[in-house]
């Protein structure tokens, strides 16, 4: 039995979506007999996948799978195996440039990974001035930073309108360069030094000319901390700006997440990132002006050592907390609850299932117990499932309670 021409087509197409790692799929269907030949090779989907992963001195699969691609959209992807050969790096880079210079109007994505750094820069000079129109994707992976202390990575000044995910690990990125507009993913592993660093001005320029921005990941951060000083006025200097679909904002310093906070609404947001605690100077913001009403985990810190603010700011704490509708785990850290602060959980968070208190004080188990009856209590109030307490110097439970917690709870740790 042999298939039509157009089921033939359906099942090449499908199973070369399904490829999760480069493959020679294309070729191999073209082999088979006549009929695979001629729906393979007039199929210009199958061949638009351009990877340059070999150390051979030319590229003709390469220059085959451009021309069987016709029109179709394309996604390119260039490691540093080819330029592994001493002495043939500039003759193969330069081969690859004129293969796909010509096309770079298709271009849909385009990875790098691991080049030399030489080869890396001469590159990336080379693409500063192509047009790419319809790029959605660019991911450039370096195991080390560029030898050239005054080099900026700045490709294709001409705009990229259609860039929607941008990934960045150890390139000396800038942004001020026109990759960082209209984004839905941005994701920087690395902060450039020679002064370029992070600070949550130029962050809040990114988020403001990418109004559909999804997620955030930037770390690690290696600032000194020069920054955080003008950041704290940043809300003096720039209009608040709403962003409904960040969902995510990992960034490496808590003190860039908070300066955000204070000028970028986000009632989206799932979660912070893991290692990050907040601290009271934010329950003002978020009780007051940014309710993060999607927020799913939070973590507090206490204030480290005496701090005379702290009796201010904790009085936002009900506040805080009131707005936090979708919170589903808490964690407190070296945090004193001056005896009445923790029954604020009584009727706030109301889809709170985890609470975990790690080195705090002012709060007794009569009190935990006040705020789970009261919670099993009011109708919408999901009671606790889960209650650590570690290392609360002080902390003291009676056997009939602790036996009354233990009944009362899916999870309990006292350590």
Not at 104 to 131: A, G, I, K, N, Q
Not at 155 to 170: A, H, I, M, V
């Amino acid at each position: 039995m042999t298939l039509p021409p157009d089921i033939l087509y359906y099942i090449f197409v499908i199973a070369q979506a399904s490829d999760r790692e480069p493959s020679d799929l294309p070729t191999t269907v073209s082999h088979v007999c006549q009929l695979w030949r001629a729906v393979a090779v007039h199929a210009s989907i199958l061949w638009t996948k351009i990877v340059f992963d070999s150390d051979r001195s030319s590229f003709a699969q390469e220059a085959l799978y451009l021309q069987r691609s016709r029109d179709a959209s394309l996604d390119i992807e260039i490691t540093g195996t080819p330029f592994e050969t001493p002495g043939t790096s500039t003759t193969r880079l330069r081969t690859i440039l004129s293969l796909i210079r010509p096309h770079s109007h298709r271009w849909r994505e385009f990875r790098v990974s691991s080049l030399p750094s030489r080869v890396f820069t001469m590159l990336f000079d080379d693409l500063r001035t192509v047009e790419v129109p319809a790029l959605q994707t660019l991911s450039v992976t370096q195991q080390a930073w560029t030898s050239r202390a005054d080099w900026v990575f700045r490709p294709f000044e001409q705009g990229t309108p259609s860039l929607r995910d941008l990934r960045l690990k150890k390139v000396p990125w800038d942004f001020s360069t026109p990759l960082f507009s209209g984004l839905q993913k941005l994701i920087l592993d690395g902060i450039p030094g020679r002064g370029i660093g992070l600070d949550a001005e130029a962050l809040y320029t990114v988020i403001e000319r990418s109004p559909e921005l999804e997620e955030v990941h930037i770390w690690p951060f290696l600032g000194t901390g020069a920054g955080e000083a003008g950041e704290h006025s940043l809300a003096t200097r720039v209009p608040p700006i709403r962003r409904d679909r960040l969902k995510k904002l990992h960034i490496d310093s808590p003190s860039v997440i908070e300066t955000l906070l204070g000028v970028v609404l986000l009632p989206s947001l799932l979660r912070f990132p893991p290692l990050y605690h907040m601290r009271p100077a934010a329950f003002p913001i978020v009780g007051t002006m940014n309710p993060l009403s999607s927020l799913r985990d939070l973590s507090i810190d206490g204030p480290e050592g005496p701090d005379p603010a702290f009796e201010e700011l904790v009085q936002y704490l009900p506040d805080m907390l009131k707005v936090l509708g979708s919170l589903e785990g808490l964690n407190f850290f070296s945090f004193d609850f001056r005896g009445r602060w923790l029954r604020c959980l009584e009727t706030t968070c109301p889809r709170l299932k985890q609470l975990a208190l790690t080195d705090c004080a002012g709060f007794t188990a009569d009190s935990l117990r006040d705020v789970m009856t009261r919670r099993m209590k009011t109708e919408g109030m999901s009671p606790l499932d889960t209650l650590w307490i570690v290392e609360c110097q002080g902390f003291t439970v009676e056997r009939d309670l602790q036996s009354w917690l233990a009944a009362n709870l899916s999870h309990l740790r006292l350590a």
